[in-house]
């Protein structure tokens, strides 16, 4: 299994983000229960969040993301998603 770095960006609406926030991160903790999601959270600075996965293809990630609630909910306005070559850490 590779390793992806996922970037969000998040619509202009916190007020809408914050709403959908609860089940996106109830549907995060099922993911890093299976060992799936290996780590994520917001960005400080600005409306957008990094989500490291496991996976066997972009693609497979892809169909995955597609279930978030943040994405069905329509607040992510971008959605990057990149393989990862781990070369130090607990990933690699």
Known sequence: MAIFAVTYKYIDDPELVN????????????????????????????????????????EDLSALLDQDPLEVAGVISERMIEEWNTVFGPWS
């Open 19 to 58: 709403q959908i926030r609860p089940p996106h991160r109830v549907w995060l903790q099922e993911l890093l229960d299976q060992g799936v999601l290996l780590v994520s959270g917001p960005m400080v600075n600005r409306a957008a969040s990094l989500l490291i996965f496991r996976s066997d293809s972009a």
